[in-house]
């Protein structure tokens, strides 16, 4: 049972690159989150998506794209990396999203991202 | 601005004893609760959560408690173990969205 899988799990851009975090999961889970983590600063959502083809943006969308073409893949796309980029991104799933009580989310294992 | 706050980045705890992590929030609209412990390089997992229609939840050795009118959570361990060494994450959501908002994490350190 493999969950939510991020790929990769470590890379470094160049400013100025693009790239494509991937994020699928396996759960049927119809909500599925971009996170991103900074040092002291917690989990800020970047974008959400409660469905297929359904996006919208959380906290910090500013340089990320999102695309939810399918149920089980949600991924994560840098058009012009920046330094402030640099972080650990998570991403999640939950069967029945924030609204329900009674329900989480499950997170990925991550992936570390450096810009320079 | 953060709607959920941890004030505590840190805390030591000595095995056997209890730990206790706190949790504030700002946004009234929250009627859901999670907390979520994160080891070193792995992804954050589900630990308890409690709904606004409760004051505490208990599960095992972790016991989430619910104080409304001061918009506070806290979570209890006890008694801690050194493999719950980690960090500690609070988050919220409202019914009406379908976002989590996370605190910035409290660091667990239970000694042995």
């Known amino acids: 049972n493999a969950g939510v899988t991020q790929t990769p799990k470590f890379r470094i851009l160049k400013i100025g690159q693009s790239m494509t975090l991937q994020c699928t999961q396996d759960m049927n889970h119809n909500y599925m989150y971009w996170y991103r983590q900074d040092p002291g600063m917690g989990l800020k959502l970047i974008y959400y998506?409660?469905?297929?083809?359904?996006?919208d943006k959380g906290e910090v969308p500013n340089g990320y794209n999102v695309s939810r073409s399918t149920t089980e893949d949600f991924p994560l796309r840098l058009e012009l990396a920046a330094p402030s980029q640099t972080s650990v991104y998570f991403c999640a799933s939950s069967y029945s999203g924030a609204q329900s009580v009674d329900t989480e989310a499950f997170f990925g294992q991550g992936t570390r991202l450096t810009v320079v | 601005d953060q709607q959920v706050k941890q004030n505590s980045p840190s805390l030591s705890v000595q095995e056997g004893r209890i730990s206790i992590l706190n949790c504030d929030y700002t946004n009234s609209m929250f009627d859901y609760f999670l907390w979520y412990k994160k080891y070193p390089a792995e992804g954050p997992t589900f630990l308890i959560s409690?709904?606004?229609?409760?004051d505490k939840n208990e599960d095992g050795r972790f016991t989430v408690f619910l104080n409304k009118s001061a918009k506070h959570l806290s979570l209890h361990i006890v008694p801690s173990q050194p493999g719950d060494s980690a960090v500690y994450f609070c988050a919220a959501s409202d019914s009406g969205t379908y976002k989590y908002i996370f605190g910035t994490g409290t660091r667990l350190k239970v000694l042995a």
């Open positions: 409690i709904s606004s229609i409760k």
């Open positions: 998506s409660v469905g297929a083809g359904i996006t």
